[in-house]
């Protein structure tokens, strides 16, 4: 699968100006954050040499395409929603959080292309909040990390700044494995969280492994 700009082109041919690629990394982790990765592209026919879906690429390929894509598009940044946050508010508000942090740097967007079919980053309308502040509107691109730059490029941004926060927590928590397996359920973690228990960097809401009694 290779990416390209067929579906940026689409929306700027439609009339944005500003399209950002999103795309989250961590969601289904049961320690440390949920990150999520936002590039914003504008009119343009070229990419980084390389570049694709980041669970496609080795950790020394994706780290290599870093400094290219620090000037590819117009703005990029990655937000974080904290543990305590997904506890406190679930995965899918934790998401957009984490998302609308990235997109308060970045700045004003036309539209946005979104990795999934499920669209977590528009705000539906409550009774506690019938106007919430309103979001760019929203495409939704299936396996859009292997397909569109911009996705692609928000998603290699966001893994490797997350499993570094990772790599640094590992060396407090050594553990769980952290330097490997990134927060996700390898043997290794639920091991240990049989055997130690949580850290405040697990997500407690979650069906964790507990101690033995």
């Known amino acids: 699968m290779t990416v390209s700009l067929d579906y940026e082109g689409a929306l700027w041919q439609s009339g944005a100006r500003v399209v950002a690629g999103i795309?989250?990394?961590?969601?289904?982790?049961?320690?440390?954050p949920v990150s999520v990765g936002v590039v914003a592209v504008v009119a343009c026919s070229t990419w980084p040499e390389g570049l694709a879906?980041?669970?496609?690429l080795s950790r020394a390929q994706?780290?290599?395409?870093?400094?290219?894509?620090?000037?590819?598009?117009?703005?990029?940044?990655?937000?974080?929603?904290s543990p305590s946050e997904i506890d406190?508010?679930?995965i899918i508000a934790a998401l957009r959080l984490a998302a609308l942090r990235a997109l308060a740097i970045i700045g004003p967007v036309d539209a946005v292309l979104l990795d999934g079919k499920h669209d977590w980053l528009t705000v539906q309308p409550t009774l506690m909040d019938p106007e919430p502040e309103p979001t760019p509107p929203v495409t939704m691109v299936i396996k859009g990390d292997g397909l569109c730059a911009s996705i692609a490029a928000a998603s290699v941004l966001a893994k490797v700044e997350r499993d570094g926060l990772m790599r640094s927590?590992?060396?407090?928590?050594p553990e769980y494995g952290w330097d490997g397996n990134k927060g996700y359920g390898a043997a290794a973690h639920l091991d240990a969280?049989?055997?130690?228990?949580?850290?405040?960097?697990?997500?407690?809401?979650?069906a964790l492994p507990v101690p033995a009694a």
Request: charged letters at 20%; aromatic letters at 4%; glycine letters at 14%.
């Open 23 to 32: 795309d989250e990394v961590g969601r289904g982790a049961l320690a440390g």
């Open 53 to 56: 879906d980041s669970k496609q």
């Open 88 to 90: 406190g508010v679930g």
């Open 62 to 81: 994706r780290e290599a395409l870093c400094p290219t894509l620090s000037t590819f598009g117009v703005a990029r940044s990655v937000g974080h929603a």
């Open 193 to 206: 969280l049989r055997r130690l228990g949580p850290t405040p960097l697990h997500r407690v809401s979650w």
């Open 169 to 173: 927590a590992h060396e407090s928590h």
